[in-house]
Every structure is written in structure tokens, then in C-alpha cells.
Nanobody, 117 residues
Framework: VQLQASGGGSVRAGGSLKLSCPASRIITSEFVKSRMAWYRQAPGEQRELVAELTSGGSRNYQESVKGRFTISRDNARKTVYLQMNSLEPEDTAVYYC?????????WGRGTLVTVSS
């Protein structure tokens, strides 16, 4: 574990959360060229890709979160974010950030998101 994601918590359905993942261990010149992603793993399930932000700026989302989640990055702060709106109970999972510089891949310690109906 090389990164620390934060921002998880317990919310009611329809609520919002913003996850953050600072990448202070990664030098800026590598960070700005990296692919960023958020994954999640629900109890008893495999880890799945939720959102991806490529080095070229393209954003890709899992179908179930399109229109509700937004991945973004702040190169000055070397931080990747996941804004989650209109949360649903099915979004309950541990969320992990991932940064791939091309030469090395970094994972964050997960942060738990619990959505109640």
C-alpha cells in the first residue's frame, strides 16, 4: 500500500461523498503523465473498475456510475478525486485509488463507503 485514500463514510441513498487520494510519493513529472483510476470491492465480490482518467484526459466510467460519479485530478496537489453523487445502496464497497505512471503502479489503502436505503 503506497497511497492513502480518504473521504469514505456512511450516507443515505441520494447522498454524496468525495474521495481523495494524495500521491505525495510520486514525483510531479510522473504524476502528470499517469493514468488514474478508482476501483471498488463489495463484500464477497471481486474488485472492479469504477472510473478511469487517462494521461490524455479521457474519462471512462463503469456503466452503473455514469452520470453520477466524476473522476478528476489536481496536478498541483498530486491528488486524484472521485466525486460521487446520487449514491445508491449498490455503491456500498471499499474504494481504492490506483495510479499507474507507466513504469510503476501505486495502490491506495481502501476507504469504506456505505450507502443505506
Amino acid at each position: 500500500v503506497q497511497l492513502q485514500a480518504s473521504g469514505g463514510g456512511s450516507v443515505r441513498a441520494g447522498g454524496s461523498l468525495k474521495l481523495s487520494c494524495p500521491a505525495s510519493r510520486i514525483i510531479t513529472s510522473e504524476f502528470v503523465k499517469s493514468r488514474m483510476a478508482w476501483y471498488r470491492q463489495a463484500p464477497g465480490e471481486q474488485r472492479e473498475l469504477v472510473a478511469e482518467l487517462t494521461s490524455g484526459g479521457s474519462r471512462n466510467y463503469q456503466e452503473s456510475v455514469k452520470g453520477r460519479f466524476t473522476i478528476s485530478r489536481d496536478n498541483a496537489r498530486k491528488t486524484v478525486y472521485l466525486q460521487m453523487n446520487s449514491l445508491e445502496p449498490e455503491d456500498t464497497a471499499v474504494y481504492y485509488c490506483n495510479v499507474d505512471t507507466g513504469s510503476r503502479e501505486y495502490w491506495g489503502r481502501g476507504t469504506l463507503v456505505t450507502v443505506s436505503s
